[in-house]
T-cell receptor, first 110, second 110 residues
Framework: KQEVTQIPAALSVPEGENLVLNCSFT??????LQWFRQDPGKGLTSLLL?????REQTSGRLNASLDKSSGRSTLYIAASQPGDSATYLC?????????FGTGTRLQVFP | KAGVTQTPRYLIKTRGQQVTLSCSPI?????VSWYQQTPGQGLQFLFE???????NKGNFPGRFSGRQFSNSRSEMNVSTLELGDSALYLC?????????FGQGTRLTVV
């Protein structure tokens, strides 16, 4: 049974820092991995999608990597801003459904 | 291009009642999935529909059901509501591998 874990559960940093959020999964047989952002009480915003054949994807200040063999993905956020404050979720796509991690709650203070 | 639209945004129901939630996917997307999000269990998969057929179902009781129409719009129904059904219900549509989520319906059962 696929299990997805995110570390750390919460993170509070000053503006300008570079951050790494971690996601690990137990079964490497995934179609792809997707990173989302969720603001309080809101839906999920897709940040990056990494196909199983890819190693990384970049969008602006965000870079996500995928290592299927070790069951790990990282989301790198460069030069963090207060507007980046949110919960970040990773999800693995496995047989027509997404299996989510528990999320990392990020707070970036000025 | 319009995103995924969920209605209503908020609902308050009494135990024992039933409720129907609606999801309009992004135009051209034929796959619609539903997820339940609670503080204790996180995001859990309910079911997935593709071209009016349920392709996958999560581990929820039979009180949770859904359907998809020929225009890809989907509804989910919960009968005999329980207090534990209080949650944020999220709908996602996808074309290929990437999932796009709506803003969710916040259901409160009193």
């Amino acid at each position: 049974k696929q299990e997805v874990t995110q570390i750390p559960a919460a993170l509070s940093v000053p503006e300008g820092e570079n951050l790494v959020l971690n996601c690990s999964f137990t079964d490497s047989a995934i179609y792809n991995l997707q990173w989302f952002r969720q603001d309080p009480g809101k839906g999920l915003t897709s940040l990056l999608l990494i196909q199983s054949s890819q190693r990384e994807q970049t969008s602006g200040r965000l870079n996500a990597s995928l290592d299927k063999s070790s069951g790990r993905s990282t989301l790198y956020i460069a030069a963090s801003q207060p507007g980046d404050s949110a919960t970040y979720l990773c999800a693995v796509h496995n047989t027509d459904k997404l299996i989510f991690g528990t999320g990392t709650r990020l707070q970036v203070f000025p | 291009k319009a995103g995924v639209t969920q209605t209503p945004r908020y609902l308050i129901k009494t135990r024992g009642q039933q409720v129907t939630l609606s999801c309009s996917p992004i135009s051209g997307h034929r796959s619609v999935s539903w997820y339940q999000q609670t503080p204790g269990q996180g995001l859990q998969f309910l079911f997935e529909y593709f071209s009016e057929t349920q392709r996958n179902k999560g581990n929820f009781p039979g009180r949770f059901s859904g359907r998809q129409f020929s225009n890809s719009r989907s509804e989910m129904n919960v009968s005999t509501l329980e207090l534990g059904d209080s949650a944020l219900y999220l709908c996602a549509s996808s074309l290929g591998n990437e999932a796009f989520f709506g803003q969710g319906t916040r259901l409160t059962v009193v």
